[in-house]
């Protein structure tokens, strides 16, 4: 075609640019064309990319640069200029703009640099059309690197198929956009490539239940209608279509009556993106010297060119591309907006409004994939089963709440008339107290230290187990239903590409070893290479945890210091408020340091991570998430341990207390027991965490961000009107919108909140409640954050939820220890029972606080560490009481620890092991009663099989059968005529070369 094709702005494929079939099969184009930059405003590559052998041939597509609304033909950016090809993936960088101001063949200058490929190599001052106009210069080599780069990485993936479109008259000043489309013979080659299931023509009746279950079915089903999401997918289906990996060979068993709709967005993209980052970009820094820089330079390319290539993570490293991203559907809120499945979502998943209703797993995986899926199935399950364990937690706390009053023990600790006198709780400031001056802490204490709470501890334990187990079982149903039950994840790992920083470092080594002239084929990172990021990992790990118990003891510090403090300070009315003074403040200033310490730590993780240079993307998510758990699970339970196992146990006696620095006692338990303030600390840290961190956390920052976002982009913004009042385009709008940095964090807190739920659940009942209380606002927060705050996240396929279920049923397992510590050590259920079952006259516990208590003798204490106001109490003190069981002062050796001492530690010691082994067991048992894929599933499964061999049988019977019957009527016609025309014997071989292709009807 000859120049004269050109009319009114429109360009046509000429003819002689037709594919010849390669080798392979596949018929490749070696040219493409682009409109001529001359005066029209917009110019668009037009390619015709690989074709496949047996496709129908797609026009060339007509470009039309003369439409009166070009924005709204492409539907403000989700589709090409020509309103056709829809946008499936989106490259954003920046460039600097000449200080004439913008003009509209900047278009045309950019669609011309990624016209050009692999085939024309732009090297300075050889045809590459300046960014800065003809009269300006090049002075930023960076920038020139930057552009090469983009030119070939663009060229190369025009070569593996994929249509490029650019646009740099946007609102966003200094920022490109490269829109990218996969045409359909580029869909189908990749799907084959990556084994993606897709749905064939066959459908088959799925079982259905029968009798009584099929009642109750059906009456669950009218029950829960008001709670189901008004989407398409909401009713149980009862036909299945059968699913197969995708081949081109087999086209004819999948339904391709419209191909537009066959690969739904999410599938486009994550084909994409495995093509960007497949396609790699070998340059070197482009050298505008000569001699001996050349020589290395040309070395640096030739080497990069042999063991390291430039996918698109290493460009967006390197910051070549300032952003990859899919596009979201289209807008979500709006007076005309075109129904869409983000819209869908927003009305239906992400809104506080629906709290109430299930979510639309299929929907959302449908939209952003499995693995995102999978994270918004799982936290329905738990919130699902933290329904349950509220309800059983708040019985329990109701009947601590009922029986508070017939408790004999803190009957008798609020009863004035024993006239009990304790010992000061520090040296010479603190004076005599009465314990009934405690009545409130005790009576407080008994609604969550009751006999209950063992029960509780050990439902709690089931229910875990239970959860997990239940979890499997969705999972499984998740993966029949997502046709994920063929998929494996070592193919994945197989077909991983290394990071950018992997890469980089392995082109480091092969570097350095060529310049001391030794082999450097098949290089890679060894232990070795790695050994000094594992030390710094060792020591930093080390360093963080020893911080987090450096501040835990500063913190008790602060308890013993301003006890004592408060307690000169105080007036005799407000001395009784001092404990649960200091208590409430350090709980405040532990929050307040776990809150701190949580962001840094992730960013330490992250760091710590980096340096190892884990060579896949899977590997540095799972090393990281170790990292972040080690370090923040230490954070958030350390003061919790410290209250439950070690406060109250190294105080030592009256006469010879156990000092810190020589002027500090250690901190006391209160008469109750510590069971209380650990109640008190592990409610303030979770409920703190919760509000403060997970919930303001997540709506403030990402606001804060695009609010500045906004500003800057503001600043920068044309004073033109025009401009101004013209419509964002789709992927500009998603370009000011957060990036999306992966599931890790939002699986981590609520990693963190099950552990809360369920380590120390004896101590606190209402854990469960405050939980699921969290995560109703949690799912539709982390919804909301998905749909409206963040950019589409590339869909990943995934089976399950990866590494957090072992780190989830490590927590179940360890929760049975340290509930049974916590029972035995830090309650007083053991000593109640030893007493009750040993020592009690009657049979009741009558008498019990005065078995706890030992006495001392006030003239045997140290000099100077008696009260100062002895006669406080309006009395002379002879003998004091304290918590411990010793022996009297009266007694031979006095002081010392008593037998029944060894008698409740014995007794501690058994319960431990017997309820850690009982409740073990019963876990197992459980895990294996319940089966980890449902019955029904496992025969849909098996029956997908027997229907997909039946399939293939029937195809091979048709051709077997097409076979024959071109055999019998090339014989009759043999028989019939004996002169054949060459050309007549050439069709007749050719019908009968066809007929293995030809589609059979199943």
Request: charged share 25%; net charge positive.
């Amino acid at each position: 075609m000859d120049t004269d094709s050109d009319f009114h702005g429109v360009d046509f494929l000429p003819d002689s640019l037709s594919e010849v079939p390669d080798e392979t099969g596949m018929r490749v184009n070696k040219k493409y064309s682009c409109l001529p930059a001359e005066e029209k405003g917009i110019h668009i590559i037009n390619i015709r990319a690989i074709e496949d052998i047996g496709y129908d041939q797609h026009e060339s597509t007509l470009l039309n640069s003369l439409s009166k609304n070009p924005d709204a033909d492409c539907k403000y950016g989700l589709y090409f200029r020509d309103g056709k090809r829809k946008v499936d993936y989106i490259l954003v960088y920046h460039y600097k703009k000449s200080s004439a101001g913008r003009t509209l063949t900047r278009r045309a200058q950019h669609n011309d640099a990624g016209a050009r490929g692999a085939k024309q190599d732009p090297l300075p001052g050889k045809g590459v059309q300046m960014e800065m106009g003809e009269s300006e210069p090049h002075t930023d080599c960076h920038e020139d690197d930057k552009r090469f780069r983009r030119e070939e990485y663009e060229g190369n993936l025009v070569e593996a198929g994929l249509e490029l479109e650019h646009d740099e008259d946007t609102k966003i000043h200094g920022v490109g956009f490269v829109k990218i489309h996969a045409p359909w013979n580029v869909l189908c080659r990749e799907a084959e490539f990556l084994k993606l299931k897709m749905p064939t023509k066959k459908m088959y009746q799925i079982n259905q239940t029968h009798g009584l279950l099929k009642k109750i079915n059906s009456v669950l089903q009218k029950i829960t209608e008001p709670i189901q999401p008004k989407v398409a997918e909401r009713k149980p289906q009862t036909v299945k279509r059968l699913s197969y990996p995708f081949s081109r060979e087999k086209q004819h068993l999948f339904d391709l009556s419209d191909r537009d709709s066959f690969f739904d967005s999410k599938t486009r993209s994550t084909i994409v993106y495995e093509i960007l980052k497949r396609t790699t970009c070998t340059k070197a820094k482009y050298s505008m010297g000569k001699g001996e820089g050349r020589k290395k330079e040309t070395a640096l390319l030739n080497k990069r060119r042999k063991c390291g290539k430039y996918g698109i993570t290493s460009l967006l490293a390197n910051g070549v591309y300032s952003a990859a991203y899919p596009l979201h559907d289209g807008d979500y809120e709006g007076e005309n907006v075109e129904p869409n499945d983000r819209k869908l979502l927003c009305e239906e998943w992400a809104s506080y409004g629906v709290f109430y209703k299930y979510q639309p797993i299929d929907l959302v995986r449908k939209y952003f994939g499995e693995k995102i899926g999978l994270y918004f199935a799982w936290l329905g399950v738990y919130t699902q089963m933290l329904i349950p364990a509220s309800i059983v937690g708040i019985i329990v706390f109701l009947y601590g709440c009922a029986t508070v009053d017939e408790n004999i023990p803190s009957m008798e600790m609020c009863d004035q008339r024993n006239n009990i006198t304790m010992c000061p709780l520090c040296d010479r400031t603190c004076s005599y107290w009465k314990m009934s001056s405690a009545c409130a802490t005790a009576r407080a204490s008994h609604l969550f230290d009751n006999p209950a709470t063992v029960f509780f501890s050990v439902f709690m334990a089931l229910w875990a187990a239970t959860f997990m187990e239940h979890w499997k079982r969705k999972q499984m149903r998740l993966n029949y239903r997502w046709d994920l039950t063929g998929f494996e994840e070592e193919e994945e790992a197989v077909k991983a590409h290394p990071r950018a920083e992997y890469e980089a470092k392995v082109l480091e080594k092969s570097l350095r070893k060529e310049h001391k002239h030794k082999e450097t084929d098949k290089e890679k990172l060894t232990w070795k290479d790695r050994f000094p990021a594992y030390l710094t990992n060792f020591v930093g790990i080390i360093f963080m945890v020893g911080l987090t118990f450096a501040i835990v003891f500063g913190v008790i510090i602060y308890r013993i210091s301003t006890a004592a403090a408060l307690a000169i300070s105080a007036t005799p009315s407000g001395r009784s408020s001092v404990r649960v003074t200091v208590t409430a403040t350090a709980v405040i200033i532990n929050l307040v340091v776990i809150i701190f310490l949580d962001e840094v730590y992730g960013c330490i993780a992250r760091w710590l991570t980096q340096i190892e240079v884990p060579k896949t993307d899977k590997n540095f998510e799972e090393r990281l998430i170790f990292k972040a758990f080690l370090l923040k699970f230490v954070n958030a339970y350390t003061p919790i341990f410290y209250v439950a196992f070690f406060k109250g146990r190294f105080v030592g006696r009256p006469g010879d207390y156990v000092y810190i620095f020589h002027s500090f006692r250690m901190e006391e338990c209160a008469p109750g027991g510590c069971l209380m303030e650990l109640c008190i600390q592990l409610s303030i840290i979770m409920l703190g965490k919760q509000l403060i961190q997970n919930n303001l956390f997540e709506i403030g920052i990402p606001k804060m961000k695009k609010f500045i976002r906004y500003m800057k982009l503001k600043r920068r913004r044309s004073l033109d009107h025009e401009e101004h009042m013209k419509k964002k385009q789709r992927y500009e709008v998603d370009y000011n919108l957060e990036p999306f940095s992966g599931l890790t964090p939002e699986y981590m807190e609520m990693i963190i909140q099950f552990g809360f739920v369920t380590l120390f659940v004896a101590s606190f009942p209402l854990a469960p409640l405050f939980a699921l209380l969290n995560n109703i606002i949690e799912i539709r927060l982390d919804a909301k954050k998905f749909v409206t705050e963040l950019r589409r996240p590339v869909a990943v396929r995934a089976k399950d939820i990866g590494i957090w279920y072992n780190i989830l049923r490590g927590i179940g397992k360890l929760a049975v220890i340290i509930n049974a510590f916590v029972i035995s050590f830090t309650s007083d259920f053991i000593p109640r029972l030893v007493y009750l079952y040993m020592y009690s006259e009657n049979g009741t516990m009558h008498g019990f606080v005065n078995h706890t208590l030992s006495s001392f003798n006030v003239s045997d204490f140290q000099a100077g560490t008696a009260p100062n106001d002895p006669m406080e109490l309006g009395y002379e003190v002879q003998i004091c009481r304290y918590k411990d069981y010793r022996e009297p002062p009266w007694s031979e050796n006095k002081y010392d620890i008593s037998k029944d001492f060894w008698a409740v530690l014995a007794a501690r010691l058994a319960f431990v092991i017997v309820f850690q082994n009982l409740v073990m067991f019963m876990s197992d048992f459980v895990d294996w009663i319940i089966p980890d894929i449902p019955k029904d599933i496992s025969q849909q499964i098996h029956k997908e099989k027997v229907l997909m061999v039946e399939v293939f049988m029937r195809e091979e019977q048709g051709k077997l059968q097409m076979l024959e019957t071109w055999k019998d009527k090339d014989k009759k016609k043999g028989e019939n005529c004996n002169n054949h025309s060459p050309r007549l014997s050439l069709s007749h071989s050719g019908s009968l070369s066809s007929c293995h292709s030809y589609p059979v009807d199943v």
